[in-house]
C-alpha cells in the first residue's frame, strides 16, 4: 500500500514539476515575443491600377495595424496561460513534495 502512495506522490511531483517547466519555458517565449514583436506581413509593391476593387495604401496600413493587435493580444493571453500553468501546479508540486519529505523523515504518512 505505501508503494502504490509513493507512486502516486512522486508522480503527481514529476507531473506537476514537468508543468512548471513548460509554464516558465512558454513564460520567456512570450515575454520575448512581447519585448521583440515581429512583424509578418510583407509589403505589397503599390501598383499603378485604376481599379477601385484594390485595396487602398490606407486600408492596408489599417489591416497591418489590426493584425499587430491580434498577435499583441495573442502574445499576452499566451503569458496569462503560462503564468497560471505555473500558479496552478507550483502549490501542487510543494504539497506533495513536503509529504513526501515527511514519510522521509518520520517513516509514516503525514
Known amino acids: 500500500m505505501w508503494k502504490l502512495r509513493n507512486i502516486y506522490l512522486y508522480l503527481v511531483c514529476f507531473v506537476t514539476l514537468m508543468m512548471m517547466v513548460f509554464g516558465t519555458v512558454n513564460i520567456i517565449g512570450s515575454i520575448t515575443d512581447i519585448i521583440f514583436p515581429v512583424d509578418y506581413s510583407y509589403h505589397i509593391p503599390k501598383m499603378d491600377t485604376s481599379d477601385s476593387t484594390e485595396p487602398t495604401e490606407k486600408q492596408l496600413e489599417e489591416a497591418r495595424q489590426r493584425e ?43
Not at 493587435?69 to 499576452?76: A, G, I, S
Not at 496569462?80 to 519529505?101: G, Q
Request: charged share 30%; net charge positive.
Open 68 to 110: 499587430q493587435q491580434n498577435r499583441d493580444m495573442e502574445n499576452k493571453k499566451r503569458l496569462i496561460k503560462a503564468v497560471s500553468f505555473v500558479l496552478v501546479a507550483l502549490p501542487v508540486f510543494v504539497y506533495h513534495w513536503r509529504k513526501i519529505e515527511n514519510e522521509k523523515n518520520h517513516g509514516m504518512p503525514a
